[in-house]
């Protein structure tokens, strides 16, 4: 018995430095799931790949989107779920910005699926053609469509 109690002991311990090592020193933590699929077959010699989330103010033109964030990923296989960790007060880091209005997200990719260290054709990018890949940060979950040029 006692030991029984001491391995639940030991896995709720663990459990919660899992969580806490997640969260922000003052326990901040937003996550957003994003699957990314294709309609087509693709070949995938590097799973290796970085997804970035870029913001910008629909009201200010022709000035570049600002990133947010950017994490690396690893997956031959598609479709693929991410966790995207998102940093808190995402809005304070677009520049320019109209302080009356939501903010816009979309998300890219870089994979270099031909691993020729080279970003050309055979490699992955997002499919705007089929979906524009807009990111809508109130929401948890997303779908979002990838192609091989």
């Known amino acids: 018995m006692y ?3 001491l391995k639940a002991s030991t896995a709720i311990i663990f459990s919660l430095l899992l969580i806490s090592c997640n969260k922000d020193s003052d326990g901040y933590r937003k996550t957003i799931n ?8 693709l070949t995938i010699n590097n ?7 870029w913001g910008h103010d629909p009201m200010v033109q022709d ?7 950017e994490q690396s990923y ?9 966790k995207m960790n998102i940093p808190k007060d995402p ?3 677009i520049e320019p910005r109209n302080e009356n209005l939501d903010m ?12 020729n260290q080279k970003y ?15 990111v809508d940060l109130k929401k948890k979950n997303h779908t979002l469509y990838v192609y091989q040029f």
């Open 34 to 41: 994003i699957e990314l699929k294709s309609v087509n077959q």
């Open 74 to 82: 690893e997956s031959k296989t598609l479709p693929v779920n991410i």
């Open 63 to 69: 000035v570049p989107a600002s990133k947010i964030t």
């Open 47 to 53: 799973g290796k790949f970085t997804a970035t989330l």
């Open 104 to 115: 816009q997200y979309y998300l890219t990719v870089e994979w270099d699926a031909n691993n």
């Open 120 to 134: 050309d054709k055979g490699d992955i990018i997002m499919d705007s053609n089929k979906q524009f890949p807009a």
């Open 91 to 93: 809005d304070s880091k």
């Open 3 to 5: 030991k029984q109690l």
